[in-house]
């Protein structure tokens, strides 16, 4: 048993949590959970020694509620908290407090976390250890001038990121005057907007998203664990990850051990974190940022490793040392099966598990925390596990990857599984006969390339595919014996109704199990723009408001920007579908919306105009995600 460390406090959810609490449980080391209500059957609140309920149904009142937090420490006599990752990770203040409870913390010190959770200091940090990030200027936005020269020099499109983004959060890419004017406008602080917030950096189009997964002990030693390729990406946010990174050349991979080290000795990092780097087709290699916590795909890194990586987080924290990683062995990928719909460029869903059954045989891991019967929240992160693939070589584990995709069976929500088998039959990808073709923006160009309905309105493709599709997709399947001969069959759903006259009865629902992010829910339900008519601004999704770009009484012309939403990690912008006055505004920044909850009333011509209850037709939106005019799109080369 590990030293000092004898009660553990899991302040997170879902996979991550049960996984923490595996560890855990194999040292010796006694558990304390903490769950929202929707969390309270879930596996690891079952699984845990203790479990504390977090009255509230907001992240705000449950899992991000430092004090409740704090006492529920003092409540349990844990002596050491496990953050996680998302959450409170990466928030320094809650570190400090956990430390001045008299607990330890498992993560970096509350000033290693202060000096790289904000990107302008982490590059600062970056320049200080002599690894060179990705060219732009180390201070927040404070003029247009200074934008335009910085654009004219480096040449279109550039980057404009928030200081405080994570996780590909914030990520604005601007690609000539007119649109950086347009971003500066609406941003522009001496409006109440945010732009001291933002910093610049060139766009480096066709780079991959290369990792380290890292380690420092107390002692001073250091070690790279594994690295990572996570280049196949969407809204910033990973999809496939693999390790070690596949066809880097020594150099390019010396270079990224070397840059790390340099990272973690700069801030004195005593602990596990991931080094975030591009590295460009001429294997240059830029820095990123440096995550301080456990990610979502050190799974793949424990696999090519040998190495429990929670282990090691408990081991340093108690003053040990790590285990040093020579050389890595085979080849490992992570599929995230999420809730989402390849149909509709990956939109975010929800809905019941009427069936799963996950793959299983040699080199085949599964992280969930979702059974069948349980409900996909729309309230958290459409992740439902990770589907975790190793063989002997990447060619074997390739291989290995088609036959469990074909053994993954989900029913009752959509999930990304036709599209990964596509990815994994793609010679770009698989580099079966051609080069690997793989980067950052390869997978939106290549197949999430659905023109939405309303795409000339400033809707973005990720959010509102046309909903047509679905009913041209639904269907059933059954399985029939014909002269003794086992058959399936697919019959579309429409036919199914009518022939029964209702749906095909599901398994019994169980209490929701919300997951670790925000989705959306029914987005292809959704109108696609107001009818100019009422006068009423509704949110189109469930979201958190981020800023309030008017003021009661304020006139407003169609098509200014009135609210900035937040849902799964991106920034969603809430446009004036008429000419107006602002006569109320519902929401504050901060707030938790829901689809159809009203943001803001609009007098239209004189007119007076009240919320109305239940699911309003939404306002124009666009997302950094989507290609409309006025988009401010957000594109995910990095997360």
């Known amino acids: 048993m590990v030293n000092n460390v004898t009660r553990v406090l899991v302040a997170n959810r879902g996979e991550i949590a049960l996984r923490v609490v595996r560890t855990a449980r194999e040292m010796g080391i006694s558990t304390v959970a903490v769950y929202a209500e929707q969390d309270r059957d879930s596996q690891y609140v079952q699984m845990a020694d203790e479990a504390y309920l ?45 430390i001045d409870a008299g607990a330890a913390w498992i993560g970096p010190a509350p000033e290693a976390l202060q000096d790289l959770g904000d990107k302008i200091t982490a590059r600062r940090v970056a320049q200080r250890a002599k690894v060179p990030p990705v060219p732009g200027i180390s201070d927040p936005v404070s003029s247009m001038r200074e934008l335009l020269t910085f654009a004219h020099t480096h040449g279109y499109p550039i980057m404009m990121k928030r200081t405080d983004g994570g996780g590909g959060r914030g990520i604005t890419v601007v690609r000539n005057d007119d649109e950086l004017r347009g971003f500066y406008l609406n941003h522009d602080a001496l409006q109440g907007g945010d732009l001291n917030e933002y910093f610049v950096e060139r766009f480096i189009d066709k780079a991959r998203h290369v990792e380290t997964q890292c380690g420092r002990d107390s002692h001073g030693n250091f070690t790279v664990y594994s690295t990572r390729d996570c280049s196949v990406q969407r809204r910033n946010q990973k999809l496939i990850e693999e390790a070690p990174a596949p066809f880097l050349t020594d150099a390019a991979v010396e270079q990224l051990h070397r840059y790390s080290q340099s990272l973690f000795e700069a801030v004195h990092y005593v602990g596990l974190g991931t080094c975030e780097f591009m590295v460009t087709a001429q294997n240059k290699v830029y820095f990123l940022e440096v995550n301080p916590r456990l990610q979502v795909e050190h799974t793949v890194s424990e696999e090519v490793c040998g190495l429990d990586l929670v282990r090691e987080q408990f081991t340093i924290c108690s003053g040990g040392e790590l285990t040093k990683v020579d050389s890595t062995r085979g080849h490992s990928f992570e599929l995230r099966i999420t809730c989402e719909d390849p149909a ?47 063989a002997q070589n990447r060619e074997a584990a390739v291989h290995r990857v088609r036959r469990a995709l074909q053994e993954l069976d989900i029913e009752g929500v959509p999930t990304p599984a036709s599209l990964y088998a596509a990815i994994f039959n793609d010679p770009d990808f698989t580099a079966e006969g051609r080069p690997f ?50 058959v399936k069959i697919t019959v579309p759903q429409d036919i199914v109704n009518n022939l029964t006259g209702l749906s095909r009865a599901r398994s019994a629902r169980k209490p929701t199990q919300p ?27 469930q979201a958190v408001v981020t800023r309030v770009n008017v003021a009661e ?15 799964m990690k991106m920034e969603n912008y809430v446009y004036a579908p008429v000419n107006g006055t602002v006569s109320h505004i519902f929401v504050r920044p901060a707030d938790g919306v829901d689809g159809g909850e009203t943001l803001v009333t609009i007098d239209v011509e004189g007119a007076h105009v009240r919320p109305k209850s239940g699911a309003v037709e939404p306002a124009g939106v666009a997302s950094d995600s989507g290609a409309a005019p006025h988009d401010h799109r957000q594109e995910e080369d990095r997360q």
């Open 437 to 486: 073709g793989v980067s950052t923006k390869w997978l939106e160009r290549t197949y999430l390339t659905r023109e939405p309905s309303n795409a000339g309105g400033g809707q973005p493709a990720s959010l509102n595919a046309p909903a047509p599709e679905k009913d041209k997709t639904a269907s059933e399947s059954f399985v029939i014996e014909m002269n003794d001969r086992r």
């Open 54 to 98: 977090l009255p509230g149904d907001t992240y705000r009142d449950t899992y991000l509620n430092e004090d409740l937090l704090i006492d529920v420490l003092h409540r349990s006599g844990a002596t050491a908290v496990h953050p996680g990752y998302g959450f409170l990770s990466e928030v320094p203040s809650f570190a400090g407090k956990v």
């Open 344 to 390: 509709t460029n990956l939109t975010p869903s929800s809905g019941t598990l009427g069936r799963v059954r996950w793959p299983s045989g040699p080199g085949i891991r599964v992280d969930s925390g979702v059974e069948e019967g349980d409900t996909i929240s729309p309230k958290f992160d459409s992740m439902m596990g990770k589907l975790v693939v190793s």
């Open 553 to 567: 009484g304020q006139s407003v012309a169609k098509g200014d920007l009135l609210v900035v939403l937040e849902s």
């Open 515 to 541: 997951l670790r992010g925000q989705g959306l829910h029914d987005l292809q339900n959704a109108p696609a723009k107001d009818d100019g008519k009422s006068g009423v601004i509704a949110s189109p999704m």
